[in-house]
């Protein structure tokens, strides 16, 4: 299993510069590092391509708020199980081991690396496209859940900013409209209001009396 490579980068010119030291360095220190078996877990081993000539590095916009409100860009190495990218961004945006993160795409699509712990993240986040971090809570009775940004979605460009916004509230509408029908069905709302008519009406003949 490949090691997690990643390194934060505050501007796009730093980052270019980047991006080409480890597209060299990263190839050399992913082969060693593909030897030594990461995990015991069988599951783990999935036949990769080869790493020739391939930059696998993506990079996650997110924000903390420990240091700042404004928002931060990390590469990561996508030649990792998703369980190990999610636990390495964990610990860069200070969430708590038992939280959860997921990443959503440029096009507002979700990729639910929790659903593939144990896949390779390369077959599920492209290389060389920005990815935004986003906080998954879920409702202990329910089991639906709620996304909410996890970088500042103010400072990204607005037409990415209005694709993201569409997302996360149909995403977070679904859950709401799960919760909805849960409810008394029509029904037993309709026998509920039979017996309170009932009863409403032996009281007027009691009183009557």
Do not use: W
């Amino acid at each position: 299993m490949a090691a997690i490579v990643s390194r934060t980068v505050p501007t796009t010119s730093m980052r270019r510069s980047q991006y080409q030291s480890q597209s060299t360095n990263g190839t050399i220190s992913l082969n060693r590092s593909l030897s030594t078996n990461e995990s015991t877990n069988p599951n783990d081993a999935i036949p990769i391509p080869s790493l020739s000539g391939t930059n696998p590095l993506v990079t996650i916009i997110y924000s903390t708020i420990l240091l700042t409100n404004e928002n931060q860009q990390v590469l990561v190495n996508s030649y990792a199980s998703c369980r190990r990218l999610l636990d390495h961004m964990k610990s860069v945006i200070g969430s708590q081991p038992d939280e959860m993160i997921d990443l959503m795409d440029n096009d507002g699509k979700l990729k639910e690396l929790n659903a593939h712990h144990n896949e390779y993240a390369v077959q599920y986040l492209p290389a060389r496209n920005n990815y935004y971090a986003l906080k998954v809570e879920i409702d202990s009775t329910t089991g639906d859940k709620r996304y909410t940004p996890s970088f500042n979605i103010d400072q990204i460009d607005q037409k990415i900013c209005t694709i993201l916004t569409n997302s996360l509230n149909s995403l977070n509408k679904s859950s709401t409209k799960i919760k909805r029908s849960t409810g008394p069905t029509k029904q037993n709302a309709t026998g509920a209001s039979s017996s309170n008519t009932s009863q409403s009406k032996s009281k007027r003949s009691t009183s009557r009396k």
